[in-house]
Nanobody, 119 residues
Framework: QVQLVESGGGLVQAGGSLRLSCVAS????????MGWYRQAPGKQRELVAG???????NYADSVKGRFTISRADAQNTVYLQMNSLKPEDTAVYYC?????????????WGQGTQVTVSS
């Protein structure tokens, strides 16, 4: 069984920075695309940033130039560096990954980590 565990969320003032980490564990043979989503109260979950296994990235327009996604496949880890944070970035952030594990490809989600940006 595979599992994604996020860390790095917290409370930060507007203009500050946070770095989220997500580690995949279990019997994993290969990593596919990895990404970060977020869900604010009363809103739908949305893609924040994604990264294909060959390195191609895509970002939500609202975070372009402020957030950077990266990955370290040797450690089964994906990161999200968040700079110049705004109150509207407040949300629960979820890690998502396509993992090739025992039984085939799995679309895995983390449990979420809260990011709160105060004005």
């Amino acid at each position: 069984q595979v599992q994604l565990v996020e860390s790095g969320g917290g409370l930060v003032q507007a203009g500050g920075s946070l770095r989220l980490s997500c580690v995949a564990s279990g019997t994993i043979f290969r990593l596919g695309a990895m990404g970060w989503y977020r869900q604010a109260p009363g809103k739908q979950r949305e893609l924040v940033a994604g990264m294909a296994n060959e390195g191609t990235t895509n970002y939500a327009d609202s975070v372009k130039g402020r957030f950077t996604i990266s990955r370290a496949d040797a450690q089964n880890t994906v990161y999200l560096q968040m700079n110049s944070l705004k109150p509207e970035d407040t949300a629960v952030y979820y890690c998502n990954a396509q993992l090739f594990a025992v039984g085939g490809w799995v679309n895995a989600w983390g449990q979420g980590t809260q990011v709160t940006v105060s004005s």
